[in-house]
């Protein structure tokens, strides 16, 4: 198994759609991330988890909803999005949130909003 | 706070050749440095790290970078490269215990290496 497992690997939905996106991490780590990468623009930090709570929210819409039922699950609940959300999102883990190591990536969940 | 700059967008070089890409950054207090590499439909993965200790770190796929306090740079280098290092490269920085703070990325340097 891959450390970090992002489902689905893409997701087209349109603007009243509800659908979510699931993060899976092996490493034993107790922090988790979810980033937003688009065209063009630096990769951003949405939302950070430690041991389950969250610990960082960058000004994300209320249209992302995330969940951490554990240390090892990541959601990312979407919902009435825009086309401007259509973008890549990065789920990351850590062992600890904020520390001085690096981040681990899934492969992504490429969404496009229509 | 911290700020990276990578100076070059795109980066085109033919196979076998040399290449740098550069990164420079800002912070207010001392940092740990990364480059990450993403390749196509893929995530970013970790190439490289420096902590402390020699400015010359080495890491996967034969490339190393070194860090330059003064200039407050850390450039990614390889001696020759392949096609398959066609990717995207991203310099990120971590503020040093005591601090602690999120990671700062770039805005990423695309590598296309061309036959």
């Known amino acids: 198994e891959t450390g970090v497992t992002q489902t689905p690997r893409h997701l087209v939905m349109g603007m009243t759609n509800k659908k979510s996106l699931k993060c899976e991490q092996h490493?034993?780590?107790?922090?988790m991330y979810w980033y937003k990468q688009s065209a063009k623009k630096p990769l951003e930090l949405m939302f950070v988890?430690?041991?389950?709570?969250?610990?960082e929210n960058n000004s994300v819409p209320s249209r992302f909803s995330p969940e951490c039922p554990n240390s090892s699950h990541l959601f990312l609940h979407l919902h009435t999005l825009q086309p401007e959300d259509s973008a890549l999102y990065l789920c990351?883990?850590?062992?600890?949130?904020?520390?001085?190591?690096?981040?681990?990536f899934g492969e992504g969940s490429r969404l496009t909003v229509l | 706070a911290q700020s990276v700059t990578q100076l070059d967008s795109q980066v085109p070089v033919f196979e076998e050749a040399p290449v740098e890409l550069r990164c420079n950054y800002s912070s207010s207090v001392s940092v740990y440095l990364f480059w990450y590499v993403q390749y196509p439909n893929q995530g970013l993965q970790l190439l490289l790290k420096?902590?402390?200790?020699?400015?010359l770190v080495k890491g996967i796929n034969g490339f190393e970078a070194e860090f330059n306090k003064s200039q407050t740079s850390f450039h990614l280098r390889k001696p020759s490269v392949h096609i398959s290092d066609t990717a995207e490269y991203f310099c990120a920085v971590r503020p040093k215990p005591p601090n602690a703070g999120k990671s700062t990325f770039g805005d990423g340097t695309t590598l296309t290496v061309k036959p």
């Open positions: 490493l034993g780590h107790n922090a």
């Open positions: 420096y902590l402390s200790g020699s400015t």
């Open positions: 988890y430690s041991l389950e709570e969250r610990v």
């Open positions: 990351a883990s850590s062992p600890v949130a904020m520390n001085t190591g690096e981040l681990f």
